[in-house]
């Protein structure tokens, strides 16, 4: 007899799927006896994830800025296995860059409707199913950015704040349906999307993580598995007393102050705290 998991029988959507954080996500799912839709645009690797995990994942070609789409993939879940426990709206671009000042307005539209309508609209048809099952749990990707200002480009901050707000906002009307809200905030993790923005390619996921590992509090680079281990917890019945929280999982980036070069050689100030009594 095997052993239950921690998510076993569960169903999930995973929106992102197909790469980074989401297939992370997709893989711990799958080991704690989750079912999992695997909703993305990149086709290729979403159904290679597919097949490969085998008969508890579907992948379903999903464009999340499409509401109809998002929709479609929520219902599939509940066409194939019958039920929908766990959204997990997590997939994001970094999208439009640039100085207030000069950034395109089409670009800013399209990055919000990738990271917050997309948001919306997931914890809009999840809860279709959801409230009438009397139970769910709903986790959004924000991220450091959207704590502190300055980690990442202005709409890609605003969006991910924007991503707390509404976590926090339909906590307080799904709490009364026995349906959990929250939302994650990763740091810096080796995915296509950092390794993108570090070395210029989506595939250097080694040198990505060295980089990030060097500029980490505790030394070493976030992995989407990181990630998934949070969400695994957020969405299973040990999280139950949680809700409308934001899981921060940085290496300390946002609490300990900056590059950590203070805490690897603590001041004077700080090896007396240690030593000597106040006063
Ligand atoms: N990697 C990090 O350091 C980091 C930090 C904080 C937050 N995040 C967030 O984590 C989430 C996952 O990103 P990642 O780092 O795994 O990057 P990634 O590029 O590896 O994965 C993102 C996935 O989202 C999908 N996607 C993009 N636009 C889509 C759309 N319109 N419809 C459907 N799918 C779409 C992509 O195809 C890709 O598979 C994002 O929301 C991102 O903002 C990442």
Not at 232 to 246: F, K, M, N, P, Q
Request: charged share 20%; net charge negative; with cysteine.
């Amino acid at each position: 007899m095997g052993t239950q998991g921690r998510l076993q029988d569960k169903v999930a959507v995973i929106t992102g799927a197909a790469s980074g954080i989401g297939a992370g996500t997709v893989r711990r799912f799958i080991e704690e006896g989750a079912k999992v839709i695997i909703a993305d645009i990149q086709d290729e690797p979403g159904l290679a994830l597919a097949k490969e995990l085998g008969a508890n994942t579907r992948f379903i070609h999903t464009d999340v800025t499409a509401e109809e789409q998002v929709a479609a993939a929520v219902d599939l879940a509940v066409k194939e296995f019958g039920r929908i426990d766990i959204m997990f709206n997590n997939a994001g671009v970094v999208g439009a860059v640039g100085r207030i000042s000069e950034t395109n307005t089409d670009q800013w539209n399209r990055t919000v409707a990738i990271l917050l309508n997309s948001v919306y609209f997931g914890m809009k048809h999840a809860s279709r199913h959801m409230v009438p099952q009397g139970s769910g749990v709903i986790i959004s990707t924000s991220s450091t950015a959207g704590i502190l200002g300055g980690l990442g480009p202005h709409c890609y901050t605003a969006c991910k704040h924007a991503v707390i707000g509404i976590t926090k906002s339909v906590a307080s009307e799904l709490a009364g349906n026995g349906i959990r809200v929250n939302a994650i905030s990763p740091g810096n993790t080796a995915t296509a999307m950092t390794s993108a923005v570090m070395t210029g390619e989506a595939d250097q996921l080694d040198a990505t993580a060295e980089h990030i590992a060097k500029g980490s509090l505790l030394g070493i680079a976030g992995l989407p598995e990181d990630i998934a281990n949070a969400a695994v917890y957020l969405a299973s019945d040990e999280a139950r007393y949680i809700t409308g929280h934001t899981l921060v999982v940085d290496a300390g980036a946002t609490t300990l102050g900056g590059t950590g070069r203070f805490h690897r050689q603590p001041t004077a100030m700080m090896r007396e705290a240690g030593v000597r009594e106040n006063g």
